[in-house]
């Protein structure tokens, strides 16, 4: 596994970061070239052609404006190459996300259960041989009990209180399925 840490000014659009979008060029150029690559909160960013992209705030150019789980659930089993996952990385940010789209705030869109449906879906959808990317404030990406090996982590320091960003790339393991 590579670990790398590489320090960067910050930006609400993560993937605008350069040492962030050099992590996408270097493990998604080859898979954009004929690969399906979805991003289920893009936030106006577009890797490629080929990427399908989804946000919750519907001025903002994406594919769909739904949900993240239901718009993870419109996929097949096994039918996706890739995943962008860069959710809102606190509860605050989930509550001012849906708050601001006229979405209900609720139980559920608070607990640890929100995240653990999108990975469970991430899971059910990615090829084998499929790369998962995170982004937030913890390296736990998808993981191991989900079927994934990780293969990279970047650390991007922000400076001063700002919270580091945490990027993992993972691949769905046919062994690791074995495992569990």
Avoid at 24 to 40: F, Q, T
Avoid at 75 to 101: I, M, T
Avoid at 103 to 108: F, G, H, M, N, S
Avoid at 144 to 153: D, L, Y
Wanted: proline content about 4%.
């Amino acid at each position: 596994m590579k670990i790398e840490r590489v320090w960067a000014m910050p930006n609400k659009s993560t993937f605008s970061i350069q040492p962030i979008n050099d992590l996408l060029h270097d493990e998604l150029d080859e898979i954009s070239l004929c690969g399906v690559i979805i991003d289920p909160f893009s936030n106006g960013y577009r890797f490629s052609d080929s990427t399908i992209t989804n946000d919750l705030n519907p001025d903002i150019a994406a594919d769909t404006h739904m949900d993240a789980l239901d718009f993870l659930k419109t996929f097949a089993d096994k039918s996706v190459d890739a995943v962008l996952y860069d959710p809102p990385y606190s509860l605050r940010q989930v509550v001012e996300c849906y708050k601001g789209y006229g979405k209900e705030v609720t139980q559920e869109t608070t607990q640890s259960s929100w995240r653990r449906k999108h990975l469970d879906e991430i899971a059910r959808i990615l090829k084998i041989g499929g790369k998962a990317l995170c982004f937030g404030w913890n390296s736990n990406g998808v993981g191991e009990k989900r079927s994934f090996s990780m293969q990279r982590i970047l650390i991007v320091p922000h400076g001063g209180s700002k919270n580091d960003t945490i990027c993992t790339v993972e691949t769905k393991d046919w062994e690791q399925m074995k495992l569990f």
